[in-house]
């Protein structure tokens, strides 16, 4: 033999068996390994959609998903995840069905909630992407652990007016129950997707030229489209946000006391 | 008919057992182009050779071996004189190759996919995530390979006449080598890969003058910004043109080596004189075995250091961050480390001159430097000019290198540093390092007298979180006055609100305040989310 060359083979040979030690270590672990990261990711995709969920959600659904009566469902109950998708009708999983609700949105108020909802997609003109939506849907169904009663579909309530009653009572009993307070927050507080209501009188009779205060609240809520104000708390306001069908579903007495009630929030 | 009379007549006169075995040398002659199963044994035992040497017919007849010189001169075998970097460049080549087919398989390049097939190949694909840590590890290793290549012929002068050429194609495999590291940095489409990625778009948009560097940048992205067209672009310049363009090059690079052979040691020849292809006959050393044996001995070797490197997590294993996100640009934006050179350039002047100008000169003067050095010794002593401006300029690269670390000069609000400090958008952090169960319920103070709730007493390790906490919002105090920001973080102090939030989810708040002279309190809020499995601390 050369010199040094049964050391070099001896080297070479640990070596080898060094590899196929190192794989075999790899490949003794890759099941758990591969679990555990899908473990992993799958927690991190919940991170992600709690995020989302509070940047772009809690104003119509709740800070933690318990819905606002009359303005969006709640998605952390039981009824939410054992009966929801017997309720519409619909023959896939929560899961689709949640990230499709997503993605399209509910451009279309249903009859329950006054609330619709945007598009959230990018793939339809939305701001969210497929990974974000999926994130989101993560999010959700994680609620399904604590989920417990109610929250079914809540009707808009009654509202049983006391027609003698004073039309600012009346008001804001309207308010309460169709969950302006949802997107506006409590008057003199802090909006939350809509504009606070805070000063809404002072205010009303100048932000459309032509309109007295009463007319311009009317026409916000009978119309709100007709005009946009420019700033709302997460950005310039957009049309559509607010549910377009208040002229039909109050009545003459609950729209009355609503804009007698505002004209109050000096 | 004849032919299996013959065949019959020689296994009834051999016996069937030692015409099988034959049969199988004849074969075995054959795939090895010469070596019989005697010769291949006295190869793998080191003997001498037969005569004629029939493990030099290899090096004729083969494609493979016809590559490598039959004989080397001793002198230039030593492991000291080359480190073999050239070898290992090619063997980092190769891993590249295999790995990078495998990953190939899994993956689709566009923005929709993208990310999604890195975490199935995390999540789905045993062996995945080795693979990609190899993939990763060896693609960095690459480029400190080559570029020590590099420093090593410049040292043994090797780049003088006449490997002046030798020299020029390594540049080209160098520039070659980086930008494969990079292109390939983009494809996970995390924010990671995609911000680094946005810097280096935005260098090239720089380039003057301004019709030039719009149009190369429009070129290489397919848009203004990175999108679909640009990850597409940079897939197949990854997986397809610079794969092929070293390819190419590499054979260039490896002909002309061969044909003047490698360079001696510089004190066994006389100056100015090349005698490396005029090997004596008793300073040869064979390919076969010798030189081979080596070879293979030291790939081995490679190999299992790198699996150990992963396997012993040395590595921490290939990043993976959150998605890539264009409307959100994290707090520190990180090139590559081999690019932080460039980074670190940028922050002193101007991004034309510093991003664009200097790093063309820095090539260029690489890609002439053999033909402008007419000093034809090389040397050491002859050499002290070259040498020590090399030196120099190492130097310079290493302190630009720190200097496009986020340690220098960068100058974000202390507040931001702070919570970026405890719990980073990416990557684990304190916080996200402490065991869930560990993070309590409450509002926690920096400050030591806690005000609040008396019943409830943080355990030692929300203790510990909040002590570190405090500290950093002194030191970064300190820093932003040291870099000369407007505000500090006077009297500041830190909270930080833990609540249960859904199942197996904890949300938590980080909040700073501080007072400025004068002022109203300042606070800065960040929340974040953090979930029982999602595994940075591991
Ligand atoms: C992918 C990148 C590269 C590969 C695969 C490669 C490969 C090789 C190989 C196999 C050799 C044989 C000698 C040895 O192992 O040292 C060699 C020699 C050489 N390389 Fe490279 N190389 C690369 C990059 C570079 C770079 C960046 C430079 C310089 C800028 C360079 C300059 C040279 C020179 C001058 C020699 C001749 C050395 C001598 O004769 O002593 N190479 N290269």
Partial sequence: ?266 | MGVINNVAREIRTEGVISWLLRQLDVLITKLTTGLNWNDLRGLARGDDPRRPNPRLTVHSESFWFHIKPSYYHQSVTKLTHTFRLGLLSTYFFFIELVTGIFLMIYYAPTPQRAYGDMLNILTNVPFGELIRDVHRLTAEGMVIVVFLHMVRTFLTGSYKKPRQFTWLTGVVLLLATLFLSFSGYLLPWDQLAYWAVTIGGSMIDKAPPPVLGKTTQLILLGAPAIGPAGLLRFYLLHVLFVPLLVIFVFFIHYYKVVRVGISLPSSEEEIGQDTAKRVPADRRRYYLPDVFTDEMLLLALITFILLALIVLNVYPGAPLEHHANPNKTPLHTKAPWYFLWIQGLLKLGDPTIMGVVVPTIVFGFLFIMPYIDFNPSRRAKDRRFALSAWMLALAVFVILTWMGTPFFKVASPPAEEVVQLMLPEEEAGPVRETPWAELQLGEWDTRVDVPGDPDSVANPVMQGLMEEMAQHIVQEDVKAYEKGLDEGLPNGYGKMIIEEWQDGLKKITMRIFWQPEGVDEQTFEKTFFIHEEAGYGE
């Fill in chain 1, 1 to 266: 033999m050369r010199n040094n060359t049964l050391l070099k083979i001896t080297i070479g040979i640990l070596a080898v068996l060094g590899i196929a030690l190192a794989t075999s270590i790899v490949g003794f672990r890759e099941l758990n390994r591969l679990s555990e990261r899908e473990a992993n990711f799958a927690g991190r995709s919940i991170e992600n959609g709690a995020k989302l969920f509070e940047t772009n959600c809690i104003g119509c659904h709740g800070v933690q998903g318990q819905g606002i009566p009359g303005v969006a469902p709640a998605l952390n109950s039981a009824n939410f995840f054992d009966g929801r998708l017997q309720e519409v009708g619909y023959a896939g999983t929560l899961q689709s069905y949640i990230e499709l609700t997503i993605a399209s949105g509910r451009p279309v108020g249903s009859g329950n909630y006054s609330a619709v909802m945007p598009t959230w997609g990018e793939e339809y003109g939305g701001p969210l992407r497929p990974d974000q939506v999926r994130d989101l849907a993560d999010f959700i169904l994680n609620w399904e652990a604590t989920a417990v009663g109610g929250g079914e579909a809540t009707p808009t309530e009654e509202v049983v007016i006391d027609p003698n009653a004073d039309p600012v009572e009346i008001g804001m009993a309207v308010y309460a129950a169709n969950g302006c307070a949802g997107c506006h927050g409590e008057p003199g507080g802090a909006g939350i997707i809509g504009p606070n209501l805070g000063g809404i009188a002072t205010r009303a009779g100048t932000e459309v030229a032509g309109l007295s205060a009463e007319e311009y609240i009317h026409q916000s809520i009978v119309d709100p489209n007709a005009f946009i104000v420019p700033e709302c708390p997460t950005g310039p306001c957009s049309p559509n946000l607010m549910p377009q069908t208040f002229g039909s579903t109050l009545s003459e007495a609950e729209l009355n006391g609503l804009i007698q009630y505002l004209l109050t929030l000096q």
